[in-house]
């Protein structure tokens, strides 16, 4: 089955420390997208790529590194930078410029910055 | 970044009863899209609006792109349990070329039901 896989699904890690998010999709869509979610509000995009190589900055990348290796894979670092990253973050892809902008979701990662 | 004004905030309803939600912004969009979430789950497109005017329906969910394409609603109807989640609007400015995909969100609606 085709989908975006995102692991691990809760994640722990000590103040300081930077952690490296995995997102895979299997879809062979073109771009790839990352959202940080905190309560109470609406999804606020971190990074995106819209093809191997290459990606921009969202609304919040400060703190956040991505890469671009390959077209299925697009691990979001969350660096010692980023002062309060403890949040749900969400992966998601859309096929391509024809594709009518509908973004499809992963499952998301919850971290936890103890 | 700009989001959009999504009202209500939340919604606390009885089993059976209608809801319905909207979503505004002081910018033209040419695409509205609207999405449930599942407590710790990604979002799911229920419905997707592409023209000023459309009313499009999806079972017990309607949802309609305000003429004026700074507004979109969604309704549900003879609501369930499994109705439980968070709705998000999310509409995009159709500026082509780079700006594909880039969507802008509503705050949730969060909607409980009662049995």
């Known amino acids: 089955d085709g989908g975006i896989t995102q692991s691990p699904k809760y994640l722990f890690r000590k103040e300081g420390q930077n952690v490296t998010l995995s997102c895979e999709q299997n879809l062979n869509h073109d771009a790839m997208y990352w959202y940080r979610q905190d309560p109470g509000q609406g999804l606020r995009l971190i990074y995106y790529?819209?093809?191997?190589?290459?990606?921009q900055k969202g609304d919040i990348a400060e703190g956040y590194s991505v890469s671009r290796e390959k077209k299925e894979s697009f691990p979001l670092t969350v660096t010692s930078a980023q002062k309060n990253p403890t949040a749900f973050y969400l992966c998601?892809?859309?096929?391509?410029?024809?594709?009518?902008?509908?973004?499809?979701f992963g499952p998301g990662t919850r971290l936890t910055v103890l | 970044g700009q989001q959009l004004n999504q009202s209500p905030q939340s919604m606390f309803i009885q089993e059976g009863e209608d809801v319905s939600m909207n979503c505004t912004s002081s910018s033209i969009f040419n695409t509205w899209l609207w999405y449930k979430q599942d407590p710790g789950e990604g979002p799911v497109l229920l419905i997707a609006l592409y023209k000023a005017g459309e009313l499009t329906s999806n079972g017990r969910l309607t949802a309609q792109f305000g003429i004026t394409r700074k507004d979109s609603f969604l309704n549900i109807s003879a609501s369930i349990p499994s109705d439980v989640g968070i709705y998000f609007c999310a509409g995009h400015r159709g500026a082509g070329g780079t700006s594909y995909g880039k969507l802008t969100f509503g705050q949730g609606t969060i909607l409980t039901v009662h049995p």
């Open positions: 998601a892809s859309i096929e391509g410029p024809s594709s009518y902008n509908e973004q499809f």
């Open positions: 790529s819209q093809i191997v190589n290459d990606f």
